[in-house]
């Protein structure tokens, strides 16, 4: 099955900006509705941004739209996550996660591989 790879995460003062990229090996993540996903320990996992397969459709947590922004690289097969804007209650382990649903699913249970996640710290 696909194997999601994170990279980007680090530390950050707020205000400032981070770009998260999500990539996989062997298989094309263009055949796959992705998802980013964060969790603060103690806390539920919340989805923060979501991608339908063609990259045509986006959708945001009310907390981060107009700050974050997902997108696809076709090219270099990725998905990304554009954070800028960034607050202190941004922290969090941030993890990616695919699915093989069609549209923009948008609950943690339809989505069937995850990456092992990068930390995010804004201070």
């Known amino acids: 099955h696909v194997q999601l790879v994170e990279s980007g995460g680090g530390s950050v003062s707020a205000g400032g900006s981070l770009r998260l990229s999500c990539t996989a090996s062997?298989?094309?993540?263009?055949?796959?509705?992705m998802a980013w996903f964060r969790q603060v320990p103690g806390k539920e996992r919340e989805g923060v941004a979501f991608?339908?397969?063609?990259?045509?459709?986006?959708k945001y947590a009310g907390s981060v739209k107009g700050r974050f922004t997902i997108s696809r690289d076709s090219t270099e097969n990725t998905v990304d996550l554009q954070m800028d804007s960034l607050k202190p209650e941004d922290t969090a382990t941030y993890t990616c996660a695919a699915t093989q649903m069609f549209g923009v699913p948008l609950k943690k249970y339809q989505y069937h591989y995850w990456g092992q996640g990068t930390q995010v710290t804004v201070s």
């Open positions: 991608i339908s397969r063609s990259g045509g459709e986006a």
């Open positions: 062997r298989y094309s993540l263009s055949s796959y509705a």
